[in-house]
Structures are given as C-alpha cells and as structure tokens.
C-alpha cells in the first residue's frame, strides 16, 4: 500500500491555494483512515504581493518558454514535510501533482463529510452539549480576566474561543422547541449577563444572538417565545440593553452593528404590548431615542431612522408611552424635527424619507390624546401643517393626515379654533374644490366634519365656517354633491354586488360576511358620502340659505332630506353596535335627523 507520505510527495510544481486546503483536509482525514501518525504538517511558505510564492528558486518541471527562470516554485521540502503553492482554482483536479488515486479518497471522504452532516441531530443532547461547552468557556474566560486584568494578552484567546461559542448559538434560533430547555439548562443568565462584558465586541455578540432567538423569522410559537423572553428579562435584559446603548460609540463600525441590534431585540419585545409598556415607563429607552434622533447627520442614518421606527411602535402599541412622552416633552421634539420639511421634500426610496414618515405616525398616535391636542396647539404643531398644506409635497398629505386626527373626539375645538385663527379654512376649501386622491378626500371631509362638531355655537371661528360654505354662491355645496354623486356610485355597485352573494346564504353565512362586506363598501367611499352627509345635516341645521340651497339640488336629483337622513340613520345603527363609541355621537346624530 502506498504510504501517506508518498502521497504527498511530487515534482516541483507551482500549487495554488485551493489545492492547499483541500489536500491538508484530505491529509488529516487520511491520517485516522490510515491510523498513520505524522509528525508535522509546514505551511507553505510566504507569497509574494502578485501571489506567486518567495523562496529558493529551482526550475519547475513544467517548463514554459515564455516564462522567466525567476517564476519557478519554491524548493521542495524535507521528506516529511508539505509545501504548496498557486494556481487557478478551477484546477482542483488537474495537474499540480494530485493523482487519481487521491483524487477517488478526497470524493469518498468528502461524501463522508456529507453524510455525517445529515445525521447530526438537534435534540436534547446537542443542546446540552452545547450548553455545557458555552457555560465553560463564559466561566474560563471570566477566570482569567479575574487573574491577569492588568495582562490582556493571557486572557484574549479565552475570549475568541468565547466569541465563537456565542456564535454558534445561532443555530438554536433554527429551533425553538429547544428554548424551554435552554431556560433550564441557566444558559439565558449567562447569555443576557454578556451584554455587561468589558469588551463591547463580546456584549455586541450576545445582543444579536438575543436579537436572531427571539424574531418573528425563529418561528417560535407564542409559549416558546414568551418563556425564553421572561427568562431574559427576569435576566435584566431590558436595562443592559440601555447600557449599552449608552456605551457604544457608533463612530465606531462594530458599535454602530451594535447599536442596530439593540434596537431590533427591543423591536422584537414590543410585540407584546405588556413588554411595551414597560419599555416605556420602567426604562430609559424613550429618552434615549429622542437624543438619538435629534443628532444632525447627513446623509441620514440607517440607526436613526431605526430610533424614529422603534418610538413610532412604541406610541403606537399602548397608550401609557404616548403620556410618558408627552411628559417628557417629545411631542415639541417630533414638532422641531419635523419643520425641517416644511419646504424640503427627503430623496424618494431613501432612509429619510422613512423617517419623515415615522415622525408624522408617531405624531398621529401623540395628538389623540386630550394632552396631546393641548401640547400640538401649543408648540405650533397646527401652523406647522397649514405651511404644509401651502408649500410642501411629500409632507402635504401627511399634514393633511396629521391635523384631521388632532381634530378628532371631544377636545378637538381647541385645534379646530386654532386652526380657522390661523387662516387655515382658505387652503382647506382650496383643496376641497380640486381633485385629490382617495386618502386626501376623506381627511379633508373628516376635517370639515370635525370642525362642524367641535366648534363652539355662535363662536366667531364657526361663523367664519359656515360663511365659507355660503360663499361664490354654495360652490363649495355643489362640490360636495358633486363628490357625494360619485362615491355613491361607486357604493351603489358594490352594494348590487353583495345583494346577489346574499342570494341563498343561510343567515349564519350572511352574519361571517359581514364584516368583509362593510370593508368593501367603505373601499368603495362609503365614509365619503356619510361625511357629506353630516356636513349637510350640520348646515340644514344652521344655515337657512344653506337649507335651501341643499334643499334645491336634492330636488334636481329627486331626491329629499329623507336621503341624508337614512345615510344618518345608518351611522347611527353602526354605532348602536360598538360599545366604545361615545354617547354624545349618538345624541349628536339623533338631534341632527330631527331637523331632516
């Protein structure tokens, strides 16, 4: 039998790195095979800047009459020894000296390498396994920082062998039916412990793990998700996590990388609204994101506008963070911010153009409330829209979207006053009377419906309202006909549609499809025509000459007050049907229908 060491002997010829690892593979592979043992195994020797290799020069055996004697292989080695060179790397199998018979047991090893793969099996045992070799290398390593803190270099190669048992943690986010037993094992401790590590690139390690354990993409159900995730925030998860981010330094690459997962392990706790609430209140993670977010950059981050997307969720998913940051003044922040696209419209496709967005939303969820109207009045968040509504493109339909939601539930007539004080009625009406999108049209009816509701009787702002629906001779009552006429077109074929998918349903079938039903009607503009609607039940009531001027186009039309009525009364019965809806709506609609 050939021995291992003749395998590897042969001419003189240029090897190139390929070959050296596949050959020093399949030699440590022959080595169990043949249960040879060698001695040593050189690496090859230095390359020069070109790759060709730097030696003693001997002629090659494969001669080449255009290349220099320079150009030759380097010396060949003791007789126990291996030294390789380059060449191409599709030239695994040709040349350089590897013959067919190495060539058949590098194939059967590597299939051999295949299989052992396939069979590796992720249990109980694995993860024990792991476990334990995770736990000694964290333990290992903490020893030694303990013994030579003052001698960094008796400690590092513990902490690369510790970064490499992090990372092969990942594999665990593969599968999650392991999570219990890796909260049993004590491994979750040992693991969140790691983000208060000296070495921000150990911290920084732990953070992404955290962050690929506990993603949507794991596929965890909801119970292997919520017992890894008690473990770690039992673990102090959620206030080392705003220590480090306090730490990292996002000059610094690593650190940005850092700062980016953070963020995302908090993303990922905010889809349960109980974790997100107590990110809110019970952390420092609001404040933090407001400073992050007012940090001048240029171009725009990815990690700031992730800070912008980050408070948008939090607003967005309980209402104990939109008081917490009222309290700490972060509606004036997301106003200042904002002004800067008063004129300036963010690149399309770009991350700012995001974070504009994620401004307007988080502002969208603030001004709902009672404070947050108060504060949106008092920080000029309403002249701030109107500029918009005057001068700005990207941002118009936004400010659009903005004042309609400030306008909205009770307390609204301190923005609609401050609104109609503001000159703010002129380019209202100047965008009702010219043709918007779908989205644009039901804000400004819902704008125009909001003020007709929340602004005080006989107050000069209401007269100044109703005036401008009586001025150039109700053209901005025949626009809403106009508006009214087509939306009800369009609701009165989907409701032809519905009436034949009726046809033959059993009422239990009826009451399942119910609901899509209603979504395709409003799609249709169904919210459209019952806002036109109200605007002309408020004016009946108000305003003789507007009665009259309703009164005349609905007889063109052969049509009565007994249209706008049941269009009320429907409003009404949908109302009936949600216990969230305040009283005062229904007594609003009621009153309303008893001038029709």
């Not at 981010?245 to 980016?260: A, C, K, T």
């Not at 269009?567 to 049907?577: A, D, F, R």
């Amino acid at each position: 039998m050939t021995s291992i060491d003749d395998l590897f002997k042969g001419p003189n010829v240029n090897w190139n790195l390929r070959k050296i690892q596949v050959c020093q593979a399949a030699y440590s592979k022959l080595v169990n095979i043949a249960k040879t043992k060698l001695d040593e195994i050189y690496k090859f020797s230095k390359m020069t800047a070109n790759g060709s290799p730097k030696g003693k020069g001997r002629a090659s055996v494969v001669d080449d009459d255009d290349e220099d004697d320079t150009a030759a292989g380097p010396e060949l080695p003791p007789p126990d020894e291996v030294d390789f060179g380059p060449t191409e790397e599709d030239d695994r199998f040709f040349g350089g000296g590897i013959t067919k018979h190495t060539a058949e047991i590098l194939d059967f090893m590597d299939e051999r390498g295949d299989d052992d793969a396939a069979a590796e099996k992720f249990d109980s045992a694995w993860l024990r396994k792991l476990a334990l070799s995770f736990e000694r290398r964290v333990s290992k390593n903490a020893e030694l920082r303990a013994k030579f803190e003052a001698e960094p270099q008796k400690f590092m190669s513990s902490e690369a062998d510790l970064d490499s048992e992090i990372k092969a943690l990942s594999i665990l986010s593969e599968h999650p039916e392991l999570y219990e037993e890796f909260v049993k094992l004590g491994c979750v401790n040992s693991l969140v412990g790691l983000l208060s590590h000296e070495n921000t690139d150990i911290a920084i390690d732990a953070i992404q793990i955290i962050s690929e354990l506990t993603d949507e993409d794991a596929e965890a159900d909801e119970a292997e998700w919520d017992t890894l995730v008690k473990a770690m925030l039992e673990a102090d998860l959620l206030e080392l996590l705003v220590q480090n981010l306090g730490r990292l330094d996002e000059d610094n690459e690593p650190d940005r990388q850092g700062v980016y997962h953070a963020l995302n392990v908090l993303e990922n706790l905010t889809s349960q609204a109980r974790i997100s609430e107590k990110i809110g209140l019970e952390t420092s993670v609001m404040s933090w994101l407001l400073k992050r977010m007012q940090l001048r950059e240029s171009p725009l981050s990815q990690n700031k506008q992730y800070a912008a997307e980050l408070l948008e969720i939090l607003l967005q998913s309980a209402l104990t963070n939109r008081k917490r940051l009222l309290e700490l003044d972060g509606l004036d922040v997301l106003l200042q911010l904002l002004s800067g696209y008063r004129k300036r419209d963010p690149q399309k496709g770009t991350e700012e153009e995001e974070y504009m967005e994620n401004l307007f939303a988080s502002l969208t969820y603030v001004v709902r409330e009672s404070e947050g109207k108060r504060q949106f009045v008092e920080f000029e968040g309403v002249e701030l829209c109107l500029i918009m509504l005057r001068e700005g493109k990207t941002s118009k339909p936004r400010a659009l979207r903005l004042l309609d939601h400030a306008l909205q539930g009770p307390d609204g007539g301190i923005v609609g006053e401050r609104m109609v004080e503001a000159a703010g009625l002129k380019p209202l009406f100047g965008m009702i009377m010219k043709k918007q999108d779908g989205p644009s049209t039901e804000h400004l009816l819902g704008i125009l419906s909001a003020l007709l509701q929340s602004l005080p009787a006989n107050s000069a702002a209401r007269i100044r309202l109703l005036a401008k629906f009586v001025e150039k001779e109700y053209e901005k009552i025949e626009r809403l006909f106009r508006l009214r006429g087509e939306y009800a077109t369009k609701v009165a074929t989907v409701d032809k549609e519905i009436e034949r998918e009726r046809a033959g349903m059993t009422s239990v079938d009826q009451e399942d499809r119910e609901g899509g039903w209603l979504s395709r009607r409003l799609d249709a503009g169904l919210f459209c025509v019952q806002s036109i609607d109200l605007i002309f039940a408020w004016l009946i009531a108000e305003d003789d000459g507007a009665k009259s001027k309703i009164q005349s186009v609905l007889a063109n039309k052969d049509e009565s007050f007994a249209l706008i009525k049941a269009s009320l009364q429907e409003q009404l019965q949908s109302l009936s049907n949600s216990e969230d809806e305040a009283d005062e709506t229904k007594e609003m609609l009621n009153t309303l229908m008893g001038f029709l």
